[in-house]
T-cell receptor, first 111, second 116 residues
Framework: SQKIEQNSEALNIQEGKTATLTCNYT??????LQWYRQDPGRGPVFLLL?????KEKRKERLKVTFDTTLKQSLFHITASQPADSATYLC??????????FGTGTRLKVLA | GAGVSQSPSNKVTEKGKDVELRCDPI?????LYWYRQSLGQGLEFLIY????????KSGLPSDRFSAERTGGSVSTLTIQRTQQEDSAVYLC??????????????FGSGTQLSVL
């Protein structure tokens, strides 16, 4: 079955720098991959979707890449702000409706 | 409301008791999901509804867990004879429809279940 690996260690970066989070998967390449943000005590909130035929997707300060050869997606936040501090989850599509989530990476942006 | 609503937000129960968790999805969303999130763990898929039907119950951990959805809207997740290992955050999510690959999920804030 598909396994997703996200760095379980927290990522601390300085305000204004670019944060880069990694999502690796082990088996087949999914048709799409999503990134969510989760704040403490809240449910995940959808950020971006990238499909298998897309190399890169951007939304404001966010950028996602999808490399099916490396079986990896990178999630970048440029000009990071303390308000970006949260846990970021990647999710892969399995079949037509199922979503498999990673454990998430906690990001802390230091002022 | 505009978002997915879950109740209660917190539930403390004694081992062996039954609990019911409720989810009100976004109006018009035909797909509904239940996930479980344990401390430090990813989201664990429990069950998926399309309308009132549950074509995929494969994630339910045991026969103590059941879920139903009525009127294509509200869903209830029931855990019978709760065990301490059932302690987790139970998240509900809905999406507009399935079949469209990659449709985003809208999550509720979850129910924090603590079994003493």
């Amino acid at each position: 079955s598909q396994k997703i690996e996200q760095n379980s260690e927290a990522l601390n970066i300085q305000e204004g720098k670019t944060a880069t989070l990694t999502c690796n998967y082990t088996n087949y390449s999914p048709a799409y991959l999503q990134w969510y943000r989760q704040d403490p005590g809240r449910g995940p909130v959808f950020l971006l979707l990238i499909r298998e035929n897309e190399k890169e997707k951007r939304k404001e300060r966010l950028k996602v890449t999808f490399d099916t050869t490396l079986k990896q997606s990178l999630f970048h936040i440029t000009a990071s702000q303390p308000a970006d501090s949260a846990t970021y989850l990647c999710a892969l599509g399995e079949g037509t409706y199922k979503y498999i989530f990673g454990t998430g990476t906690r990001l802390k942006v230091l002022a | 409301g505009a978002g997915v609503s879950q109740s209660p937000s917190n539930k403390v129960t004694e081992k062996g008791k039954d609990v019911e968790l409720r989810c009100d999805p976004i109006s018009g969303h035909t797909a509904l999901y239940w996930y479980r999130q344990s401390l430090g763990q990813g989201l664990e898929f429990l069950i998926y509804f399309q309308g009132n039907s549950a074509p995929d119950k494969s994630g339910l951990p045991s026969d103590r867990f059941s879920a139903e959805r009525t009127g294509g809207s509200v869903s209830t997740l029931t855990i019978q004879r709760t065990q301490q290992e059932d302690s987790a955050v139970y998240l509900c999510a809905s999406s507009l429809q399935t079949g469209g690959l990659g449709e985003k999920l809208f999550f509720g804030s979850g129910t924090q279940l603590s079994v003493l």
